[in-house]
């Protein structure tokens, strides 16, 4: 089992730039891959990024191609996601997700953290 903790949420101005992070503990980091979601007032959870378990490859929602990247380092057992160029469709509430299989699958995602708000102000 992965216990996954995510941080760096917070209130910022549209166009801004935000990097979240997500540690994980518990079994082998690199054994999972990993993902973003997130779910905003009122709405379904939806995929945001993933990566694969040694970082080579990544998928994104068409919503944030071009503007987030997802990222990690399983040397501090640790996904990023920069987000650039941030609008007020993009407030959330950001999960992180670990999963064993293919990456660009979300029903491979069955471990999540608490989640992290991010508020983007117009």
């Known amino acids: 089992q992965v216990q996954l903790v995510e941080s760096g949420g917070g209130l910022v101005q549209a166009g801004d730039s935000l990097t979240l992070s997500c540690a994980a503990s518990?079994?082998?980091?690199?054994?999972?891959?990993m993902a973003w979601f997130r779910q905003a007032p009122g709405k379904e959870r939806e995929f945001v990024a993933a990566?694969?378990?040694?970082?080579?490859?990544?998928y994104y929602a068409d919503s944030v191609k071009g503007r987030f990247t997802i990222s990690r380092d399983n040397a501090k057992n640790t996904v990023y996601l920069q987000m650039t160029s941030l609008k007020p469709e993009d407030t959330a509430v950001y999960y992180c997700?670990?999963?064993?299989?293919?990456?660009?699958?979300?029903?491979?995602?069955?471990?999540w953290g608490q989640g992290t708000q991010v508020t983007v102000s117009s």
């Open positions: 990566i694969n378990w040694s970082g080579s490859s990544t």
């Open positions: 518990g079994r082998t980091f690199s054994d999972y891959a």
């Open positions: 997700a670990a999963g064993t299989g293919s990456y660009y699958r979300r029903s491979v995602y069955v471990h």
